[in-house]
C-alpha cells in the first residue's frame, strides 16, 4: 500500500486541526468562569472597602486613608499580608481537618454563583432548581467550619464550629419555605415574572412578610451580627478561627463577605426585579424598553441594574452590623424555631391558598 506525502500532511494538518479545536473549545468553556471569578475577587474587595468607610462613617471616626485613593487598596494590602504570613498547625490537632475545612467553607459558596443571572442572557448554569442548588450547597459550609472547629483541638473553636451547624440548620427552613412562597419555577422565570409593572412588580410587595424573614435567615446564614454567635469573640475568643493564621485565616474572611454578596444577589434577584429596570411603563416609557434590550449593550446595562440593587441591599447589611448588638445563643435559636419557622410555614399556606382560589 502506497501513502502520498502530500496525503500524509493532510492527514496531519488535520489532526492539528482538530486538535486546535478542542484547545479553543477548552479556553472558551474557561473564559466565563475566570470572568466571573475575576468579578467577584473584585466584588469582595468593594464590599471590604464599603464596610470600613460606612462603619466609619456610624462610629464617626476616619477609615482607610492611606492605602491608595481614599484606602481603596487597603483590602488588597490586607490579603497581601495574609498571603506571606505563617500558617501555624496546632500539634495535636487533626492537620487534615484543620486544613481541608477553611477550603469547603470558601469552595461551598463559590460554587453557588454558577446559578446566579446577572442579566437575561448571562448565568453560567440556568438551572430549574438554580434556588434549591444554592440552599443544597450553602448547607456544606457550616461542615467546614465544623471540620475546621474539631480539628483545631481546642474547645473554643469545637463550640463554634457546633454554633455554626446549629444556625444553619435553624435558619435554613425559614429560607426554603419562604423560596417556595415565590415560585418553583427557573431563576429566570422568576425575574421575567417581576418586569411587567416595574417597581410595582417586584415580589417585595407580593411577599413583604417573606422578605423580611428572607432577610434575617440570609443574615444569619451569613453569620453577621447580630447573628455571628460561632465567632462571638467575647465567648469564645474567635469560635473556629481561634488556630488559623495567615492564608487559611484569610479563606474565612473571604467566605463570610462571599456569603454576603452572594445573599444580597438573591435577594435582588428573587424580591428587587434583578436586572429589570424599576421605573414603571406609565412614567418614562422609553426606559421601560431597555428590559428588552439584546447583545452587549443590553447585558451591560443589566449587570449594572443588578449590580446596583445588590449594592444598595449590601448598605442595609452592613448599617444593620454595626447598629445592633449581639444575640445569646438561646435568643438566636428561638428566633429560628419558635418565630420564623412558625411564620415562614404560615406565609406559605396562605400563599398556596390565595393562589388555589384564584385558578
Known amino acids: 500500500m502506497i501513502i502520498y506525502t502530500t496525503e500524509v500532511q493532510d492527514i496531519n494538518s488535520f489532526y492539528r486541526l482538530e486538535s486546535l479545536k478542542e484547545v479553543y473549545g477548552i479556553i472558551w468553556m474557561l473564559v466565563p468562569i475566570l470572568t466571573l471569578v475575576l468579578g467577584i475577587t473584585i466584588g469582595v474587595l468593594v464590599i471590604v472597602w464599603l464596610e470600613r468607610e460606612i462603619s466609619a462613617g456610624i462610629q464617626q471616626r476616619i477609615g482607610p486613608e492611606y492605602a491608595g485613593p481614599l484606602g481603596i487598596l487597603q483590602a ?17 490537632g487533626n492537620t ?14 463559590l460554587l453557588n454563583f ?18 434549591f442548588l444554592w440552599i443544597a450547597i450553602s448547607s456544606i459550609a457550616p461542615v467546614g467550619l465544623l471540620m475546621s472547629g474539631y480539628g483545631s483541638n481546642n474547645k473554643y473553636s469545637f463550640l463554634g464550629g457546633l454554633r455554626a451547624a446549629a444556625q444553619s440548620i ?20 422568576i425575574v421575567e415574572a417581576q ?24 443574615l444569619a446564614e451569613c453569620e453577621r451580627l447580630p447573628f455571628d454567635l460561632p465567632e462571638a469573640e467575647e465567648e469564645l475568643v474567635a469560635g473556629y ?36 429596570i424599576s421605573i414603571p411603563y406609565i412614567f418614562v416609557p422609553e426606559l421601560f424598553e431597555i428590559n428588552k434590550m439584546n447583545g452587549i449593550f443590553g447585558t451591560t446595562i443589566g449587570i449594572f441594574i443588578t449590580l446596583t440593587k445588590t449594592y444598595l441591599f449590601l448598605f442595609i447589611s ?27 410555614l404560615g406565609n406559605l399556606l396562605l400563599t398556596t391558598s390565595f393562589q388555589l382560589l384564584s385558578l
Open 76 to 92: 488588597l494590602a490586607d490579603g497581601t499580608k495574609l498571603l506571606f504570613k505563617e500558617n501555624i498547625l496546632p500539634s495535636r
Open 195 to 218: 418586569s411587567k409593572y416595574g417597581f410595582w412588580g417586584w415580589n417585595l410587595w407580593r411577599q413583604p412578610i417573606g422578605f423580611i424573614v428572607f432577610l434575617i435567615s440570609s
Open 241 to 276: 478561627q481561634t488556630e488559623y493564621s495567615g492564608i487559611k485565616f484569610g479563606l474565612f474572611y473571604v467566605a463570610s463577605y462571599l456569603n454576603l454578596l452572594l445573599s444580597s444577589l438573591f435577594v435582588t434577584v428573587l424580591y428587587l426585579g434583578g436586572w429589570n
Open 318 to 344: 452592613i448599617a444593620t452590623r454595626w447598629t445592633l448588638p449581639r444575640l445569646r445563643m438561646d435568643q438566636l435559636l428561638n428566633l429560628g424555631w419558635k418565630f420564623l419557622l412558625p411564620i415562614s
Open 170 to 189: 435553624s435558619y435554613e427552613i425559614p429560607l426554603t419555605l419562604c423560596v417556595l412562597s415565590i415560585s418553583l419555577r427557573a431563576i429566570l422565570d
Open 114 to 131: 454558577a446559578v446566579i443571572p446577572f442579566s437575561s442572557r448571562l448565568i453560567l448554569a440556568d438551572l430549574n432548581i438554580g434556588i
Open 96 to 109: 487534615r481537618l484543620f486544613s481541608i475545612g477553611p477550603s469547603i467553607a470558601v469552595i461551598s459558596i
